[in-house]
């Protein structure tokens, strides 16, 4: 999972459009694919791995369903309607993780 969420940081860099959307954010989640944990910060448009204790904001599930999140493959709320995976978090801030994740991924243009 780790290579995954290096990945996944990569894009998140690379990708200029995200900045206004996590300008303001100030969210610590938990990936949990397991007994493997990982924290997440994502403060100022800034996004980091903890090590630390566990979060209010929890996403747990296989490896393969949270590579399809992180590669923006499947929305958040499509697999945890699946029973995929399963958040803990109030639904603005799944909203807003949903869009983080699939956003970061998606490299193709639509012109009009």
């Not at 206004?20 to 007994?35: F, W």
Request: glycine share 4%; net charge neutral; proline share 1%.
């Amino acid at each position: 999972m780790n290579e995954l969420l290096q990945a996944f940081l990569l894009e998140v860099k690379r990708c200029g459009h995200l900045y206004p959307l996590m300008q303001q954010a100030d969210v610590r989640l938990t990936l949990q694919c397991g007994d493997e944990k990982t924290q997440l910060e994502i403060k100022q448009a800034v996004i980091s791995i903890l090590n630390e204790e566990e979060t209010s904001i929890q996403i747990c599930g296989e490896l393969s369903a949270l590579k399809q999140l992180l590669e923006g493959k499947e929305r958040l709320r499509v697999l945890e309607k699946r029973g995929a995976i399963k958040v803990t978090a109030n639904l603005r801030t799944a909203l807003w993780l949903e869009s983080l994740f699939f956003l970061a991924n998606q490299h193709t243009v639509v012109s009009a």
